[in-house]
């Protein structure tokens, strides 16, 4: 889900993009958070994000990650890939998930506009 808060160290005037992040962690590392970021008087989203900014290095980029060429190995080994679920999941018709998604906005927008 994303949004466009803007963030109390963005540029005056330029919003950034917010996306969220889920992810699974123990339940006691969850009251240690929540803890954690009740001392400082922080909400526990707030408490996570100053240590990520932290920790995290501002220019962590995927630019300078070598690439890897796409080659005619790789490309058989997808098609290899692609056969074996057919052969595992035999008489099942597998769509292109992109597709489904723009059809089920379709749908929605449809049905949004109808309300209206």
Do not use: C, W
Request: aromatic share 2%; charged share 35%; hydrophobic share 35%.
């Amino acid at each position: 889900m994303e949004n466009n808060d803007q963030r109390p160290n963005d540029q005056p005037g330029q919003a950034s993009k917010r996306t969220r992040l889920m992810i699974d962690i123990s339940p006691d590392l969850r009251r240690r958070i929540k803890i954690a970021a009740a001392r400082q008087d922080l909400s526990m989203k707030d408490y996570v994000e100053r240590i990520l900014e932290q920790v995290v290095p501002a220019d962590a980029s995927t630019a300078g990650l070598p690439r890897r060429p796409l080659t005619r190995e790789a490309v058989e080994k997808l098609f290899a890939l692609s056969d074996e679920i057919a052969r595992a999941h035999p008489g099942e018709t597998f769509s292109d998930s992109a597709e489904e998604i723009r059809q089920m906005r379709e749908e929605r927008t449809r049905h949004l506009e109808e309300l209206q």
